[in-house]
Each structure stands twice: as C-alpha cells, then as structure tokens.
C-alpha cells in the first residue's frame, strides 16, 4: 500500500517569496507521483506530475518539483509565489504500471500568500 | 472544451432525505471516480467505474451507491444522508492508458 505525508498543514509566505511544499511517500512498488491544486470551492487541477525519466519536473504556474528516490520525497517549489498562488496543495501517489490510476492522496497544504 | 461537469454545484437536503449528484463528461474516458472530500482533509475514494464494472473501496458506507447509465454520465446516490456526510464530493475521470484524473468543479452537500 501506498501513502502520502504532508507535514505542513499550513505555509504561510510573502508575495515574491520562494517557497517548498514538503512531500513524503512511502510504497513498497516503484509509483507515480501528483501535485494537485485546490481553489476555494472548486476541484483538482492538476500542476505536475512525475512518472519516470528527469527527475526535475516542471508544471504549469511556474511551479516545480524534484522526485528524491533515496529520500522518498516529491517537493514542490516556486522561486516566487503571487497571490493568485494562495490555495491548498495535495500530493499524490499512484502505482505505476498498473493502467489507469487509484490515487492516495496527502491532507494537503495550505499556501497562503501575502503582500 | 473538453471537461468533466458535476451538477449542481450546491445541494442542500434533510436528514435522511436521499439525494442523488450527477456527473457528466465530454473527454470520453472509460474511468469515473467518485471521491468524498470533508473540511480540510484529502479526498478519499469512494468507488470507481472501469468502464461498466463498479469497483467499491472497502471503507465505503452502504449507504453511497452509484450508477453509470452510460460512459459519460455517472451518479452518485446517498440514500439516507446524515450529518456527517457533508462534504464536498468530487467526481474525476482517467483513462486506463493515461496517468491523469480529471477533476470536476465538485458539488458541496449540505445536511440540516
């Protein structure tokens, strides 16, 4: 079975700031890895997503991540967050090679961007 | 544009009234989920469609049923809903051949 930490719950940054959202993961099969972003009231879009290849993964908004076998972490960062960028963050692992794709998800972080 | 559609968007109902969310979809995957999603927590799977065959997660209440008439519709029923089912519920979409859910907007249950 697969699961996923996120141990910030909440990340609080200024405007301009970089930032990292940690993600850990733990599977017993090699897997694949999603970062999803939830606005207020609405569903899942997703930002990246690593399936094998580069390990540096690069998704839309500006947003980044690096997938770390040794150290089973997939974090998400951007060199600078707008405001726009405030919402809640959920990474998520999938087993590869299994078609199509049951997801565990991680609780989530909460970015908050300030001026 | 393609897209996953849920309807509605808000849904209020009573205490043991049953309700029924709908979910409709352009992209013509053959997989649908469907996923309870409670105040500040991840979204937790309730069952999926492949193609016709309904897969249910273990920890599902019975008291969540589906229904997929066809590839682009599908139903998630609550047959007496309590309290602590209020929730946002999101209904996704994948192929067996892609790695990628696609999410809907979600449909908020309220309970009084």
């Known amino acids: 079975a697969q699961s996923v930490t996120q141990l910030d719950s909440q990340v609080p940054v200024f405007e301009e700031a970089p930032v990292e959202l940690r993600c850990n993961y733990s599977s017993s099969v090699s897997v694949y890895l999603f970062w999803y972003v939830q606005y207020p009231n609405q569903g899942l879009q997703l930002l990246l997503k690593?399936?094998?290849?580069?390990?540096l993964v690069k998704g839309i908004n500006g947003f980044e991540a690096e997938f770390n076998k040794s150290q089973t972490s997939f974090h998400l960062r951007k060199p600078s967050v707008h405001i726009s960028d405030t919402a809640e963050y959920f990474c998520a692992v999938g087993r590869m090679n299994t078609g199509f794709q049951k997801l565990v998800f991680g609780t989530g972080t909460r970015l908050l961007v300030s001026p | 544009d393609a897209m996953v559609i849920q309807n509605p968007r808000y849904q209020v109902t009573q205490f043991g009234k049953p309700v029924t969310l709908s979910c409709s979809q352009t992209?013509?995957?053959?997989?649908m989920y469907w996923y309870q999603q409670k105040s500040s927590q991840a979204p937790k799977l309730l069952f999926h469609?492949?193609?016709?065959?309904?897969?249910n997660e273990a920890d599902t209440p019975d008291n969540f049923q589906s229904r997929r008439p066809n590839t682009s519709f599908c139903f998630l029923d609550i047959r007496s809903p309590g309290l602590g089912d209020a929730a946002m519920y999101l209904c996704?979409?994948?192929?067996?051949?892609?790695?990628?859910?696609?999410f809907g907007p979600g449909t908020r249950l309220t309970v009084l």
């Open positions: 469609y492949y193609d016709k065959d309904f897969n």
């Open positions: 996704a979409t994948s192929t067996d051949a892609n790695n990628e859910q696609f």
């Open positions: 690593y399936l094998s290849g580069s390990t």
């Open positions: 992209l013509n995957h053959n997989v």
